[in-house]
């Protein structure tokens, strides 16, 4: 028997650009990008409310672990989640997240040691 769809919330963010994005989150997995192994948090966004697409959000293991040397603890997966999102709304504010052109992959921003920091001062981490 096949598994029904996750029922998606969909959420909306008003950019500092003056668009308004619609997402929701799809999926989160353990990936890698040029041997840095890490998370992967995939979003769908949408900018028209006709169509969507694929972006991602790859947070670098070895940020979290330099965050947990210095902090004495790791980073929860609620927390780790958290980044991402905040990098997402960072992406919608500079005008990073694009459609991307027939045939590419999604696009994809980082989260790494120097953001990190920044992103979880805005969550108060």
């Known amino acids: 028997m096949a598994r029904p769809d996750a029922v998606r919330r969909v959420k909306s963010y008003s950019a500092?650009?003056?668009y308004v994005y619609q997402y929701y989150f799809f999926e989160g997995n353990r990936a890698e990008r040029r041997g840095n192994p890490g998370g992967e948090f995939t979003y769908v966004i949408s900018v028209d409310r006709r169509s969507a697409f694929p972006f991602k959000i790859f947070v670098k293991r070895s940020a979290l672990e330099a965050w947990a040397k210095q902090n004495g603890r790791p980073l929860t997966s609620s927390e780790e989640y958290a980044v991402a999102k905040m990098r997402l709304f960072?992406?919608?504010?500079?005008?990073?997240?694009?459609?991307?052109?027939?045939?590419?992959?999604?696009?994809?921003?980082?989260?790494?040691?120097?953001?990190?920091?920044?992103?979880?001062?805005q969550l108060g981490i």
């Open 16 to 18: 500092a650009n003056g």
């Open 90 to 121: 960072q992406a919608f504010d500079e005008d990073v997240v694009q459609v991307p052109a027939d045939g590419q992959p999604p696009a994809e921003v980082l989260v790494d040691e120097s953001n990190q920091e920044a992103l979880l001062g």
